[in-house]
């Protein structure tokens, strides 16, 4: 469906997809996906489960070597010790990789000495790593386990070991650009990335929503238009979903100071072929 923009609402659409980071997981696949980038993208790296933190180092230094610029997730909870933390710093260093992002990772029991994002920041600042960006992790919703001080104390704990911070998946712009405020109102001055679903079929990226905890999203991208609207919506788009609305939202906010919106994160969930036909197209507008 084609959307009449506001000039000011354009120039900040333009400006968000021009160029994104964009979020891969370490899967067979991953080579295919580097191919649907532009040359040069910034790749973030998911830590795997299954795989944990070797597949995600090895992905790394390929896409590096390709020319990619690369930010590979050190998840603190697959971290064993301070000698492992040194020799995957050790390892990326040499790929020529200068950004990482941490956070704590899924695991419910770390496998190691590291049982948080804080803990592993902490350990890396007595290393020689050389890395001149470090990203912390966001919740414009909440965490299902942690309580809003909770995650507003670990996040002042961590600010002065990153240079950003990036968003949980979140579909609603409202909610994100609230929680931007309340940070900046906090004192937190990082710039931020916005984490943003790329394209992808409406029952597997709400699938995908549900585990990674964002129930408020999902009900807000129910209500948008009503139940009725919604089933419309999936059947209008042939079931595939698009974050049109979602960048739409955030478009008056890409250049304003007070906010220091950086770009957005796409999380690809490795389908990447579809984002990006989705993203040229729109700033083919």
Not at 173 to 188: F, I, L, M, S, T
Request: charged share 30%; proline share 5%.
């Amino acid at each position: 469906m084609s959307v009449t923009r506001q000039s000011g609402e354009t120039d900040g659409v333009a400006q968000l997809l021009d160029d994104p980071r964009f979020e891969l997981m370490p899967f067979d696949s991953f080579a295919d996906e580097m191919d649907e980038l532009p040359a040069g993208a910034t790749i973030a790296i998911t830590t795997s489960p299954q795989l944990g933190l070797d597949a995600t180092v090895e992905w790394a230094e390929t896409a590096a070597a390709r020319g990619f610029d690369v930010s590979p997730h050190i998840a603190a909870r697959y971290v064993r010790d301070v000698d492992h933390l040194d020799e995957i710093a050790r390892r990326l260093a040499e790929a020529g990789v200068t950004d990482i992002f941490v956070p704590g990772g899924d695991r419910e029991e770390p496998i190691g000495e590291f049982d948080s994002a804080y803990a592993l920041l902490d350990a890396l600042d007595g290393l020689d790593h050389g890395f001149e960006e470090i990203g912390i992790t966001g919740y414009p919703e909440g965490h299902e386990f942690l309580d809003d001080d909770t995650l507003a104390d670990a996040m002042a704990k961590k600010v002065p070991h990153a240079t950003y911070i990036v968003t949980q998946l979140c579909y609603d712009p409202e909610a994100v650009v609230e929680w931007v405020k309340d940070v900046r109102d906090r004192g937190v001055e990082l710039p931020v990335e916005v984490g943003i679903p790329g394209v992808m079929k409406y029952d597997k990226l709400l699938s995908i929503s549900r585990k990674v905890g964002v129930g408020d999203s999902v009900k807000f991208l129910k209500k948008t238009t009503g139940v009725v609207g919604f089933v419309r919506e999936l059947v209008g788009s042939r079931g595939r979903y698009t974050p049109d609305d979602l960048v739409e939202g955030l478009a008056p906010y890409a250049d304003d100071p007070d906010y220091d919106v950086q770009g957005l994160h796409v999380y690809t969930f490795n389908r990447t072929e579809d984002t990006e036909s989705w993203r040229y197209g729109v700033l083919d507008e």
